[in-house]
């Protein structure tokens, strides 16, 4: 038996101006240029320039005077709950705003600047200096486009030879696959299609013995580099030097050396090739921060303040339409879809206003809360600080900071910052005060790189030597930090 039930139920609804506010304000200036060029290319009514007056005090019809279709169209609302399951709106930033911190994110890296490209067409022009006939040019290129990006070929010889029947119809034995593939390694870079790390050290040590001008001395030091390579490989990885020094009976100035040697060459030599071409890739800052005389001053990229007005010959169009006494079908299409035209122009300018607002008090908070750093430039001044901080002193949410703080960056005196740098979480010190993550990890730095490498510090010393400058800080945080900061463990870090 069906039963009715009332029940009252509140939800939240967002705008489609609300949604486009929020999609505009968590992307950075260089994609929002991007998306500026799409809304201009696609409204009419909407035109780069000095806002102006306009002079036929033009003002969109109110919403009551809609039909309730166009109401409809223009003004149809998404619940909160179906916008936040959007793929767009999940990947956008973390529900975990109170303890978000850049510390946490340990695929948090660098952004690059420069990157190689075109190592396939360079390894291509070496292939006509080899002296190939038509199955070996065949079978070379299936090598060199079997290449991952550090230049390995991981595919084993059986698994070449099928690929070259399959995609080439080219019947090729293991052996001439590998007998090609010798050549192949002769290319530039040195160790460029190498099956393993240690394959890969050895192409270049036995290149490096075809120079010219090594002395006897310098050859016996390639010599033993390679000794060590073939027979205590393993022995090598893990720094085990006393092993090594035992087995192949080498001086302490022979293995110093020799080692010296392996420590310099290229472990990914397809990430970096001489003979391909550089592109350098410009970071575009969001914000910037000067100092002028001891006072900060914050201002936007002009990428991220575009001018945008109404295209003025459209709006008096729509006047006199509005005005004429033809009322006919196609007339009232016409006033119709340009109305929804200007409605979208004028959200739009609207929303980049209001991210222009938003992004400004987020950074002016940021500065002021992060002030000394942004006067001296020094890590050590760093605060312990949290999106809720910035959050709370702005007056807006926290998702809301989050949105500005993942993808936007600062260009101030002392480099280019993104915003993440500046949250930290707190460490207790001993005085009962609070130090921000960043400046332990600074001082943790300075301590591995004062030690001594012949007996670099384990962890549960380096948290001992950080709890005598005042830092209570446990071993397994004292283990996330180096870890954050690309520094291996005592053992990987020992040296002759």
């Known amino acids: 038996m069906q039963k009715l039930d009332l029940k009252q139920i509140q939800t939240q609804k967002l705008s489609p101006q609300q949604i486009q506010y929020i999609k505009l304000l968590q992307i950075p200036s260089v994609e929002l240029e991007a998306r500026v060029q799409e809304e201009l290319a696609s409204n009419p009514l909407l035109e780069e320039g000095s806002p102006e007056e306009d002079p036929y005090n033009f003002e969109a019809k109110e919403e009551e005077d809609y039909t309730s279709e166009e109401l409809e169209d223009v003004q149809e609302e998404i619940s909160i709950e179906e916008y936040l399951e959007h793929e767009d709106v999940k990947n956008g930033y973390s529900s975990d705003y109170l ?67 399959l995609t080439q119809n080219v019947a090729a034995t293991e052996q001439e696959v590998e007998e090609v593939l010798k050549k192949v390694q002769r290319c530039d870079p040195p160790g460029i299609a190498a099956r393993d790390l240690k394959e890969c050290l050895m192409i270049q040590l036995e290149r ?51 080692v010296h040697l392996i420590t310099k060459l290229n472990p990914k030599p397809g990430e970096v090739s001489g ?59 016409t006033i119709s879809f340009v109305k929804q035209k200007l409605d979208s122009a004028k959200w739009f300018i609207d929303a980049i206003k209001q991210r222009q607002d ?16 942004f006067l001296e430039g020094d890590e050590s001044k760093l605060k312990p ?79 001992q030597l950080l709890k005598e400058r005042g830092y209570n800080i446990a071993r397994r945080t004292v283990a996330k930090y180096r870890e954050q900061l690309g520094i291996p463990v005592a053992r990987l870090r020992k040296e002759l």
Do not use: W
């Not at 205590?232 to 022979?254: G, M, R, T, V």
């Not at 592109?279 to 575009?306: C, H, M, T, W």
């Not at 938003?358 to 750093?373: C, D, G, P, S, Y």
């Open 275 to 333: 003979n391909s071409f550089v592109r350098n890739q410009y970071i575009i800052p969001d914000f910037i921060v000067k100092n002028r005389n001891g006072q900060l001053e914050v201002s936007l990229n002009s990428k991220n303040a575009p001018e945008l007005r109404i295209n003025r010959v459209y709006a008096e169009m729509l006047r006199q339409y509005e005005s004429s006494d033809k009322k006919d079908k196609k007339l009232k299409e």
């Open 99 to 165: 303890n978000y911190s850049p510390d946490d994110d340990d695929n948090d890296k660098e952004i690059p600047i420069v990157s190689s490209v075109s190592l396939l067409e360079s390894l291509e022009r070496q292939i006509g200096f080899l002296n190939l006939n038509e199955k070996q040019q065949i079978i070379a290129r299936q090598i060199i486009g079997s290449l991952d990006g550090d230049g390995y070929l991981r595919r084993d010889l059986k698994g070449l030879c099928y690929d070259l029947m």
């Open 358 to 373: 938003t992004l400004l008090r987020t950074m002016n908070a940021i500065v002021e809360h992060q002030k000394e750093f």
């Open 385 to 463: 600080m949290i999106l809720k901080d910035i959050a709370d002193k702005i007056g807006m949410d926290i998702s809301t900071v989050s949105r500005v703080a993942s993808s936007k960056t600062v260009q101030t005196d002392f480099g280019i910052y993104p915003l993440k740098y500046f949250f930290s979480e707190g460490i207790e010190t001993k005085d009962g005060g609070e130090a921000s993550s960043r400046e332990v990890k600074h001082v943790l730095k300075e301590l591995v790189d004062s030690e001594d490498k012949s007996a670099p510090y384990s962890d549960e010393k380096l948290e």
């Open 208 to 258: 490096k013995l075809e120079e010219e001008f090594l002395t006897e001395e310098e050859q016996q030091h390639v010599h033993n580099a390679l000794l060590i390579l073939r027979k205590c490989f393993n022995e090598f990885k893990k720094k085990h030097y006393d092993k090594i020094q035992s087995k192949l009976h080498l001086s302490d100035e022979a293995l110093r050396e020799a």
